[in-house]
């Protein structure tokens, strides 16, 4: 009887564990998934928390089943058979080698919400004729384009420009119609021919991987500037949202350079999707670092040596499902670290964090131990005082405290954010000293006789006898070093002393909000206090209670 | 710099019937059109929610400004001396647009269709959510990526009956930015020269060139920034758009109308009441649109506290400038008397004596002064012991005596960072007093939200008691538990403000399920605060931590003989946990309300102190008129209230938890 109450309690205890964790760490789980979204995903009709699965389709162009996928509504869903035929009617070209059934289908789907925002309610009350005849009369062309533009997923390769360290820019191939700019060497898997997407000109990119698992394109392009002179590439296209990846090799000046990772055909609006540099000064500019680094990787005569000679060699690789996940999943994270200077500002802040630690253990505990075993005028009189302190508010200080850091010479600079902990905080003081109130004097009451100084009996006694309670100081000021937003927000005006979490918050603001740059950042930044966390919350909470909270 | 327009959607406008003679959509020319097509624009689901919006009068960028000079209205005097904000146009142009907003079924169902509203390429006007907006040329570039199949069109803003009869048809006004050389810069000549040449030809193409390389490397067309030089932003236009055959036709003819509107825009006026000015008419309009007030009432309201700010700007300064000089030596002698009286306190029994006399009390230890006064032995203590404090000393002395006395003083002080602080006595607390009427608010605010203490000390002991169990995986569940804790303020920030989205929030759906109509959180002024509270709630985790040490340091003992004796689960808890807690309790009680009476950065982030003022908190305030009214001494007056709130509450609860805190060892 006792044991099976027993048991259901525990069985009870473990529910509310895991409702309870899945409340608590749904904001974090949010966070990851976020992190895992292209743009596209991010603000949806519907919430949707996983990621969608990237495509990776063997075969391009496709026609992509997830833009519309919400655009039936209850309003349109009985005439779809109605719209259908409709755009059937209307006969838009379809380009060759993609389902002429599956186009249909997505446009009818565009196409009822073109119709739900066009007409009037009093066409839908009227029935299927008159439907069909306002129908007849929005299904044109341009339209009816519009939605297919939406649907339609193909490789469209523009522009491949570079630029001189003295800004002078070149088109490559200008003049040369974009399906022959390069030389195609694997022309049973990729074709190539010359099109136009709306104004801008282009070559539309058809591949097939069933035919071999990767194509690849090369030319030697003859350069306006010296090539010493080369600082960027940029090639501008309009992906697939494909998932396969590009792989970029350049040779000049006798060198064969390489690029340090290859760009993923992800998401379908036209971009610069590669620009790739050799490391040059631009890398400590605090700039938005989009550019993928080149690297040499051989060197010999059989490389393009001429010096206003340029070869660039594009090969694109197939991925698999894993691959396209992983490249997905990486993204944003790649993306965050050209944004912001993540090692930078992680290193910023580890630079503050084991200061403050530092300092705060060691002023504080030499303060306890001062005021509560060493016997000295105004001893009381400066407890009672810090006591007092304690309850100032932040904001009284505030403003006085940033006037004195800026005439000692500090503003800008990290000094403002770590001295202070030199300066031992009340409050750690005050519980350290509860805990000192807990342990008996003998120790260094028998130190004291062998003829140890007051130092070495800090030293040697005091301060292992503390760290329980250290141990607690410790993590406090961790996370207040590691989250502190006010301190660098009042004192750093310049960006590459930001430590993480206003870097964070300024990165955030910049990238107006991107909600998946910003959860990817935010990622970065959890993890480290995450298994910290892990690690040491037994420890913490012994601290506390060693401690024991009395007055 | 900027202009704003209206811009409108065209299939909603035939879909409506909106259409001229020749069939074509036409956008409202006329106040009474606009508040017309607006009501005829907007749909609503079968729960009277708003599911297509015809116009809403404060989204976009438009704000009250905008509607007054539809109507010819204006907010200063020519002498710059009076404001009149609170002028019958004003007030008709308030007026309408409370109008058009009762039109359409109340602000409140205005603003809950607003807060589902996203960015990029669901933006509202892209979807089709909305039918027409006025707006800024810069909203119409943030559409160039994602508006492929919009078809829209630009008007100029239409005007009241009053200004056509005048003869005027159309109105805007321009916004923008500058750039300043603080008076104590250290490089003025070099910031003059940096300025005029970003002011140049060559300034000006380069950055545009900039701008332009960074759109395109994002595959959209480029619309160039309005500059405010009539000469380049001729050149810069022509360059980037009108003679561009790469330039979208669809944008050519939205971005002429808002450069044909740039002769007529207004600028808002000039003066150093500014920023109240600005605050205060977008408080009127929030008052007036919600219905708290008349539009006359909440205007002539809000002209009466610009013109009191004008007046104090405007009359030469009152009050004697502050001595420095005097200020530091009067701190060192009040730190040299402290020191002294500590110190003599300690050792010489005399000076103790006539002390306690002056003070009228008997020196509660008559056992004597401090071993070691006399010399000898203890002696050697005094010096390690200075010593080892010194840290604390120095750091006392330096940021926090020195500081508390400057911002005691600059309390008395008429200070705006700028010019020098002036003495004028008890003035800045008699205004806190008597005349502030959002200092009483932001306090009631304030108290409002301590009912989140309790709240939070409940939930986070729940969890304590929770974790405490001999449960698997314990630093597992203790880690996943205070993961909120840990989430980053920008990203937990983003999700709350999506979980209390009136219509796609979590929260909503969530008691859709149960049938009950869902609030609308932050954009409501009586739920704001309890969606607050709740965010605080998550993030209990914190306090969680402390219990635990609490739970972990109660004796094993009692719970065995408490067992034997028979006692049940519940009746252990009553009477061994709970009274062994109390400390536990004590601090998280005190702990929590001081954090309560520094509540800031989430209504700072999330709710901007609104809607009307109901997230307006007392440090909030206090920040305000810091950093955005530049009223330092008031800020400081503040604080020092607030900290006398602090203290008293503190001793309070000092008294009072003798009654109830157990403290096991004593």
């Known amino acids: 009887m006792q044991a099976g109450k027993y048991r259901s309690l525990r069985l009870g205890a473990y529910l509310l564990l895991i409702a309870g964790s899945l409340l608590f760490s749904f904001p974090f789980i949010w966070m990851v998934m976020t992190s895992a979204k292209v743009d596209s995903e991010l603000f949806t009709e519907k919430f949707e928390l996983l990621p969608g699965t990237p495509n990776h389709k063997p075969r391009s162009p496709f026609i992509d089943h997830h833009e519309y996928r919400y655009a039936v509504t209850d309003l349109t869903r009985p005439h779809l058979a109605l719209i259908g035929k409709v755009v059937r009617d209307a006969k838009y070209p379809i380009p060759p080698g993609i389902d002429e059934k599956e186009v249909i289908a997505e446009l009818t789907r565009g196409f009822a919400r073109k119709l739900e925002q066009v007409l009037p309610p009093s066409v839908w009350e009227a029935g299927p004729a008159a439907i069909e005849r306002e129908a007849r009369k929005q299904a044109t062309f341009e339209n009816l384009r519009a939605i297919f533009d939406r649907v339609y997923r193909i490789l469209m390769i523009g522009q491949l420009r570079i630029r001189s360290n003295q800004f002078q ?67 501008y296209a309009r992906p697939d949202d494909n998932w396969h990846r590009l792989y970029c090799h350049v040779e000049k000046l006798g060198a064969l350079y390489e690029a340090v990772r290859p760009t993923a055909f992800a998401n379908y609006d036209w971009a610069a999707i590669g620009q790739w540099q050799e490391p040059g000064p631009e890398d400590d500019t605090n700039k938005i670092k989009f550019w993928t680094h080149l690297k040499e990787i051989d060197r010999g005569p059989q490389y393009e040596s001429d010096p206003h000679k340029l070869k660039v060699i594009f090969e694109t690789r197939r991925s698999n499902a894993l691959q396209a996940w992983w490249s997905k999943i990486n993204n944003n994270f790649y993306r965050t670290l050209a944004f912001m200077d993540v090692w930078r500002y992680t290193a910023t802040s580890l630079y503050l964090v084991i200061l403050n630690i530092t300092l705060t253990m060691l002023s504080c505990s030499l303060v306890a131990y001062s005021i509560t075993r060493l016997r000295w005028p105004g001893r009381d009189f400066c407890f009672i005082l810090m006591l007092a302190t304690m309850m100032i508010p932040a904001q009284v200080t505030l403003i006085p405290g940033f006037l004195i850091w800026k005439t000692l010479g500090f503003y800008n600079t990290l000094v403002p954010l770590w001295l202070g902990a030199a300066f031992a905080a009340p409050f750690y003081v005050f519980l350290l000293r509860q805990y000192l109130k807990g342990v008996p004097k003998d120790l260094e009451d028998a130190a004291y006789i062998d003829g140890c100084s007051y130092f070495r009996i800090y030293w040697h006694i005091m301060l292992p006898l503390m760290k329980p309670t250290l141990a607690v100081i410790a993590i406090w000021t961790f996370m207040g070093a590691w989250n502190n937003f006010m301190g660098p927000l009042i004192y750093i005006a310049d960006q590459r ?11 955030s603001t910049m990238t107006s909000s991107n909600p998946a740059l910003t959860m990817a950042g935010s990622f970065i930044m959890t993890m480290p206090i995450i298994i910290i966390f892990f690690f040491a919350q037994r420890y913490f909470i012994e601290g506390i209670t060693l401690t024991g909270m009395k007055a | 710099m900027d202009d704003r327009a209206l811009m409108y959607n065209k299939d909603m406008f035939r879909r409506a019937g909106l ?12 106040w009474e059109q606009l508040r017309d097509y607006a009501k005829r624009l907007t749909q609503y689901d079968e729960n009277g929610n708003i599911k297509v919006l015809g116009f809403s009068p404060t989204y976009g960028n438009a704000w009250l400004y905008m509607y007054s000079w539809m109507n010819g209205g204006e907010f200063m005097s020519t002498d710059g001396r009076t404001c009149t904000l609170g002028d019958t146009l004003n007030v008709e142009a308030l007026t309408f647009m409370r109008d058009i907003a009762r039109d359409l079924g109340g602000y409140d169902k205005i603003k809950a269709f607003e807060s589902s509203f996203m960015t990029a390429a669901l933006d509202p006007f892209i979807t089709g959510k909305v039918a027409m907006r006025i707006d800024t040329v810069y909203a119409l570039k943030g559409f160039v990526p994602y508006s492929r199949d919009l078809n829209f069109a630009v008007a100029p803003p239409p005007v009241s009956a009053r200004q056509i009869a005048k003869g005027q048809t159309a109105t805007s006004w321009s916004g923008g930015w500058a750039y300043a050389i603080p008076y104590n810069a250290r490089h003025k000549q070099a910031g003059w020269e940096f300025i005029r040449f970003m002011q140049s030809d060559e ?68 003066t150093p009441a500014g920023q109240v000015l600005w605050h205060r008419h977008d408080i009127a ?161 304030t108290l409002l939200m301590a009912i989140g203490v309790p709240l939070g000390m409940t939930v986070s002991l729940a969890m304590a008691l929770l974790l405490n169990m001999r449960v698997r995986g314990v630093a597992l569940w203790r880690t996943l538990f205070y993961l909120p804790a840990i ?39 009586t739920w704001s605060k309890p969606a607050l509270i709740i965010m605080g709630l998550w993030g209990a985790g914190g306090q969680m931590l402390i219990w635990l040490a609490g739970l972990k340091g109660i004796s094993q003992h009692y719970y065995e003989a408490a067992a034997i004796d028979g006692a049940s689960l519940r009746q252990q808890f009553r009477y061994i946990t709970l009274p062994m807690l109390t400390p536990y309790i004590f601090f998280n009680l005190v702990m929590g309300l001081i954090g309560v009476f520094q509540i800031f950065e989430s209504a700072y982030i999330m709710t901007k102190g609104g809607p009307v003022n109901s997230t307006l908190f007392y440090v909030y305030h206090l920040f305000n008129n810091a950093f955005r009214y530049g009223h330092m001494g008031y800020a400081c007056a503040m604080a020092w209230i607030l900290f006398l709130i602090i203290m008293a509450l503190t001793v309070i609860q000092l008294k009072l938890s003798r009654r109830w805190v157990h403290y096991d060892s004593e």
């Open chain 2, 203 to 270: 300034g000006w193409r380069l950055y545009c060139e900039a701008e332009r390389e960074a759109s395109e490397s994002q595959g959209y067309a480029y619309i160039p920034p309005m500059i405010p030089i009539i000469r380049v932003n001729e050149q810069i236009s022509r360059k980037y758009v009108l003679d561009n055959p790469a330039f979208p036709e669809k944008f050519k003819n939205p971005y002429k109308v808002f450069m044909s509107l740039l002769p007529i825009s207004h600028f808002r006026p000039v």
């Open chain 2, 285 to 445: 309009t929030q008052e007036a649109l919600y219905g708290k007030k008349t539009p006359s009432q909440a205007l002539d309201e809000g002209a009466a506290i610009v013109q009191r700010e004008l007046d104090r700007l405007t009359q030469p300064p009152h009050g004697r400038p502050i001595r420095w000089s005097l200020f530091f030596v009067a701190y060192g002698l009040l730190i040299a008397g402290t020191a002294g009286g500590a110190y003599f306190w300690d050792t010489h029994m005399g000076f103790r004596r006539r002390l306690a006399a002056v003070f009228r009390r008997r020196p509660e230890t008559a056992g004597g002064t401090l071993e070691g006064s006399g010399g000898g032995y203890f002696r050697a203590q005094w010096k390690w012991g200075v010593l080892f404090t010194a840290p604390w000393l120095l750091g006392f002395v330096v940021f926090g005596a020195g500081p508390m006395l400057y911002s005691i003083l600059m309390s008395f002080c008429d200070y705006d960072v700028i010019n020098p602080a002036r003495w004028i006595g008890l003035e800045n607390y008699r205004r806190m007093f008597t005349s502030d009427e959002l200092v009483p608010k932001s306090f009631y605010n």
């Open chain 1, 169 to 235: 820019e070149q088109e490559l191939g200008a003049g040369v119609p974009f399906s022959q700019r390069f030389v195609n060497k694997t022309p049973e898997v990729l074709r190539l021919v010359d099109g136009k997407d709306r104004a801008t000109p282009c070559a539309y990119a058809s591949y097939d991987f069933s035919k071999g698992d990767h194509w690849r394109l090369e030319q030697t392009f003859t350069t306006s500037f010296d090539v010493h002179e080369l600082q960027r590439l940029r090639l």
């Open chain 1, 497 to 507: 002393l930001y430590p993480l979490a206003f870097g964070l918050f300024a990165f």
């Open chain 2, 487 to 525: 989430v980053p303020f920008v990203a937990s920030i983003m999700l709350w403000t999506w979980l209390f989205n009136p219509v796609g929030g979590v929260f909503n759906k969530a008691l859709a399920l149960l049938g009950l109509p869902g609030p609308n959180w932050l954009q409501s002024e």
């Open chain 2, 19 to 30: 259409v001229d003679a020749r069939g074509e959509p036409a956008p409202p020319r006329t």
